[in-house]
């Protein structure tokens, strides 16, 4: 069974870049079959995409986020990352990794990690 | 940019049936997948491509797509269904969520 989980730091400070893991177990991160996503949800609100990375290195961003953001694939680990550069208060959020199915499907999700941004 | 509609909040009574809206338009062209989240969990997929549900997921989620509307349905609820639901489509390169309905069961 392929789980995901994600990793970094909990505490980023204003304009500078955030960056986590998400280590992927129980596959390949290199099979073609999948894609490799990020979804972050700020306190209290939705779900909201940022980014996604297929295995062949293509890369889909959120077009409100597009110019902060890099997905990149780690294979010797079997990891995948998100760096979100310039953080503002308004990047606080969970942040959740999960592998990309068939149709564009997120199952399964990592347990997400708490980002804050403050000083 | 393509935009999914749902209701903030839907309450049904407990072990009837509840019905979760997503609008948008020309839904039915699309794959639409739902999510469930409870409180302090991730999201979970309970119904993917429209109609099809996960393994382990109870046949009593379902989901329907016609139209400018997809329909996600839990028959006799449980009190255990209590959770955000969201629908979620891919369209131009880019994934897009609803905005989330909140299901309180009385």
């Known amino acids: 069974q392929l789980l995901v989980q994600e990793s970094g730091p909990g505490l980023v400070k204003p304009l500078e870049t955030l960056s986590l893991t998400c280590a992927v177990s129980g596959g390949s991160i290199t099979s073609s079959s999948y894609q490799w996503g990020w979804v972050r949800q700020p306190p209290g609100k939705g779900l909201h995409w940022i980014g996604s990375?297929?295995?062949?290195?293509?890369?889909y961003y959120n077009p409100s986020l597009k110019s902060r953001v890099t997905i990149s694939v780690d294979t010797s680990k079997n990891r995948f990352s998100l760096r979100l550069s310039s953080v503002t208060a308004a990047d606080t959020a969970l942040y959740y990794c999960a592998l990309i199915r068939g149709t564009i499907m997120f199952d399964p999700w990592g347990q997400g990690t708490l980002v804050t941004v403050s000083s | 940019s393509y935009e999914l509609t749902q209701p903030l909040s839907v309450s049904v009574a407990l072990r009837q049936t509840a019905r979760i809206t997503c609008g948008g338009n020309?839904?039915?062209?699309?794959?639409v997948h739902w999510y469930q989240q409870k409180p302090g969990q991730a999201p979970v997929l309970v119904v993917y491509r429209n109609t099809n549900r996960p393994s382990g997921i109870p046949e009593r989620f379902s989901g329907s797509n016609s139209g400018n509307t997809a329909t996600l349905t839990i028959s006799r609820v449980q009190a255990g269904d209590e959770a955000d639901y969201y629908c979620?489509?891919?369209?131009?390169?880019?994934?897009?969520f609803g905005g989330g309905t909140r299901l309180t069961v009385l």
């Open positions: 990375i297929s295995s062949g290195g293509n890369t």
């Open positions: 979620q489509v891919w369209d131009s390169s880019i994934v897009v």
């Open positions: 020309n839904i039915v062209s699309k794959n």
